[in-house]
């Protein structure tokens, strides 16, 4: 009879310390977002209660103080539990700019033949460069194991990895400068071997100018090449090609990785978006990534519409889907993801500068037959989310994928949320109050 007791008191220790800890919140991932408010990053693990979810915003010790009214923060992005964020200044670079390096605190844990990042330690800042030579930067990318920062007034840019990032002594020697690139720099970065980088030159012998580097070389540009159009502003990289966004439609070569294509040889080819109703070329500013196809927006009112182009067709051609909206209404670069079944999903935000409170995200299901074909593709939902707060070009909604993908992470700068969506049904699961103007989200872990 002791025994059985004895058996049965311990068995009820389990149970309550069961019921307790679920009650705490088991984390299922860790949210790093941008506030606009105090140009900081913060952070907070996502948790499953027993009664619903929760996140607790923190700040990251050591996060370098910056002066809202002259810096602000721009594009992050991450690898291998490291983030890598950009840091710009109101004044070309001289008040102090540059870029900062986050530990998650994440853990890769491996299981053979996959692997899972636990959250064993609190985030810290592992490197952090400001300064008045680190040129400005507008754009932050990551191109496989490289991430790759615009130096705008430098008229170049600076590569690193993680495993750089983590090696180094200083923050110095964990990256590298190349020139290439004028003013308002985008980039494509091909098999972390060769840089595209463009010139905004909208007139004049560098109109539509993109330089391509060699990476790993000394400091000069290889060789210029020259599409029809100027006022470049986007660029990317998917399966052996180069697209980029001019002023009239898009352009694309083959991607030459060793860099030593003659110039004159080097064909730049043109795609045609059409044009608005008053016969002006329609344009995109930016691009996304799904398997080989590259996706973009382009077009206003009654004209804009959902692209995208088949990468590795031998004839690369534009495709797409209208998209309706109203008046004074816009949509963002779109995002692309794949839920945990496999099925692949394109995004976007309608947005509304003067009425926030109407703001949707946009679900495309984009091969609704499972065939391979996009020419069926159709809006699947619509979720209401909440506000905006735009200026210039900050203040838009983001979107993060959980490493589960059985959620997405939606950031509202203008009512100081974040909302959790479910990618099942796309229903609105949560909203968290985290105060401030969130921003540019990710997820790392577990």
């Not at 299922?28 to 941008?34: E, L, N």
Request: hydrophobic share 40%.
């Amino acid at each position: 009879m002791k025994m059985f007791f004895t058996l049965a008191a311990a068995c009820g220790m389990v149970l309550l310390q069961a019921t307790v800890g679920f009650a705490q919140g088991r984390t299922v991932t860790r949210v790093f977002w941008q506030d606009d408010s105090t140009a900081a990053v913060r952070y907070g693990d996502l948790k499953r209660l027993s009664d619903g979810w929760s996140i607790e915003p923190e700040s990251i010790p050591g996060f370098p103080a910056l002066d809202v009214t002259e810096q602000s923060l721009v594009q992050m992005h991450s690898d291998a539990g490291v983030i890598l964020l950009g840091v710009r200044d109101q004044a070309a670079g001289e008040f102090g700019s540059g870029w900062i390096a986050i530990d998650s605190g994440a853990e890769e844990e491996s299981h053979g033949d996959h692997s899972h990042w636990r959250l064993n330690k609190s985030p810290s800042v592992l490197k952090s460069l400001i300064g008045t030579d680190q040129g400005n930067p507008a754009h932050v990318y990551k191109y496989g194991e490289t991430f790759v920062l615009a130096n705008d007034s430098k008229n170049g840019f600076t590569t690193t990895t993680t495993a750089q990032l983590r090696a180094a002594k200083t923050a110095e020697d964990a990256a590298k400068f190349y020139a290439g690139g004028n003013s308002h720099i985008t980039l494509a970065v091909v098999d972390d071997q060769v840089a595209y980088a463009t010139w905004i030159a909208r007139e004049g012998e560098d109109s539509g100018r993109v330089d391509v580097v060699k990476l790993g070389t000394p400091n000069e540009t290889s060789y210029a090449i020259h599409c029809p159009t100027g006022v470049l502003h986007g660029a990317t990289a998917n399966s052996g090609r180069v697209f980029f966004a001019p002023a009239d439609g898009v352009c694309w070569v083959d991607a030459d990785l060793e860099c030593d294509d003659d110039p004159e040889s080097v064909d730049v080819h043109y795609l045609s978006l059409g044009t608005d109703e008053d016969d002006q070329p329609l344009r995109t500013g930016a691009f996304a990534n799904l398997d080989n196809r590259v996706l973009f927006t382009a077009g206003k009112g009654e004209h804009a519409k959902l692209c995208w182009i088949d990468a590795s067709s031998q004839s690369p051609s534009v495709e797409s889907m209208a998209i309706e909206l109203s008046a004074g209404e816009s949509l963002t670069t779109p995002f692309a993801i794949k839920t945990r079944g496999g099925k692949s999903w394109v995004m976007m935000f309608r947005e509304h500068a003067e009425q926030p409170e109407d703001d949707m995200l946009l679900v495309v299901d984009v091969d609704a037959n499972k065939d391979g074909d996009w020419s069926d593709s159709k809006i699947h939902s619509e979720v209401a989310v909440g506000r905006s707060q735009i200026e210039g070009h900050s203040g838009h909604h983001e979107a993060a994928l959980l490493p589960t993908k059985r959620h997405l992470l939606v950031s509202n700068p203008g009512d100081g949320t974040i909302t959790l969506i479910s990618t099942v049904d796309f229903s609105v699961v949560a909203t968290f109050s985290v105060g401030g103007t969130p921003a540019r989200l990710e997820a790392i872990g577990e």
